[in-house]
């Protein structure tokens, strides 16, 4: 592990909001300073000077696709939550830049805290180090007494930094002011115990980047297991089904085979008809010219209907012929085992 202070951080600078070109620069400690510190009037928010803590692939225009790695840890308090003088004891434990934003007030603070990091961070990690980020914030929100468990509840859903900030392709403003008397406030800050140990030396965000990368592993995981199969609902396939029998002559065909029918030409003939129960049901296989089915008795019978009915009265009919079979069987028992007993004691 390099133990040596950084002196150079990866920075991108944008002319206004909608630049795209990026032109890769680094930046010194002192001209972070220099750069971050100083305000600047500015009538359209639009037009004011951005810039990004990013490390860009070569080739590559803004956005979160390209970031290679960051090199800053940027915050943007804006709910109102912590003041100016919270953020201070939160980061002033390492060298740190602060200054207010486009919006800030002397009664809504609204600003922007600047970290440089130790070393860069992957852009794939950074989600892990700015959870750890939302933690440390919302622990040190109310730095003067200790958290009761409902406030502690509370705070997890309260966003004292703004999300947003997690997009490792996210540009930021320098300072700017829409007057010269609108109210300001900038500084930055070395601790003279460590002045070189900038923010990341040790890895406080350990934790948070394991379990990140542990949910990442598991969702890799899910995404490349097969998907599960769907049952389609009762309804659909039934009507997939009826559909079959309608269109499709191969399930036309199958269909007459199964009831017993025979194949003539392109009829199947000889199934056993529904209601007067004569072995005179047919239907044309091919249902381009008809679909239905009818009994060749059209006098005495005259039954004709889909194919479906066909089926589902047959599947009946054979649910109550295997019931009166086995109920004659229970009978022809019983008579067996009467006239066994009666033998018996007549002997």
Same mark, same amino acid.
């Given at each position: ?119 860069? /961070? !992957? &852009? ?8 750890? %980020? +939302? =933690? #440390? *914030? ?35 403003? /320098? !300072? &700017? ?8 406030? %900038? +500084? =930055? #800050? *070395? ?36 998907? !599960? ?119």
């Amino acid at each position: 592990m390099n133990t040596e202070p950084p002196d150079l951080w990866a920075v991108v600078p944008f002319a206004h909001t909608y630049a795209k070109q990026v032109n890769q620069k680094h930046a010194t400690w002192g001209r972070l300073v220099k750069t971050l510190t100083t305000f600047t009037v500015h009538q359209d928010k639009l037009k004011v000077p951005a810039w990004s803590p990013a490390q860009y692939i070569a080739g590559q225009t803004r956005g979160s696709a390209g970031v290679r790695a960051l090199s800053c840890l940027v915050l943007d308090y804006d709910s109102g939550v912590a003041t100016i003088e919270d953020a201070r004891r939160a980061w002033g434990s390492w060298p740190g830049i602060l200054h207010t934003s486009w919006s800030h007030t002397e009664e809504h603070h609204k600003f922007r805290v600047i970290m440089p990091l130790w070393r860069p /961070v !992957p &852009a794939a990690d950074w989600p892990g180090v700015f959870a750890w %980020a +939302e =933690s #440390w *914030t919302r622990t040190t929100a109310t730095p003067d007494k200790p958290m009761t468990p409902e406030e502690y509840r509370q705070a997890k859903w309260i966003k004292t930094i703004d999300p947003a900030c997690k997009d490792p392709g996210r540009i930021f403003y /320098v !300072p &700017a002011v829409r007057s010269e008397d609108w109210p300001r406030h %900038a +500084e =930055s #800050w *070395t601790p003279a115990d460590r002045p070189g140990v900038f923010l990341g030396r040790f890895v406080p965000w350990q934790r948070h980047l394991d379990e990140y990368r542990e949910r990442q592993a598991r969702r890799e995981a899910r995404r490349a297991a097969p998907p !599960p199969r769907r049952r389609r609902k009762a309804s659909v396939q039934l009507r997939q089904e009826l559909n079959q029998l309608r269109t499709c002559p191969s399930t036309r065909q199958a269909l007459g085979i199964s009831l017993g029918g025979k194949i003539t030409g392109d009829q199947v003939r000889r199934v056993v008809c529904p209601r007067c129960r004569r072995p005179s049901v047919w239907w044309v296989i091919n249902p381009e010219s008809k679909t239905t089915a009818s009994c060749d008795h059209l006098n005495s019978c005259g039954w004709y209907g889909q194919l479906e009915e066909l089926q589902h009265t047959t599947m009946r009919r054979g649910g109550e012929d295997d019931a009166g079979a086995g109920a004659a069987a229970g009978v022809a028992s019983n008579g067996s085992a009467t006239r066994g007993r009666r033998g018996r004691s007549l002997g």
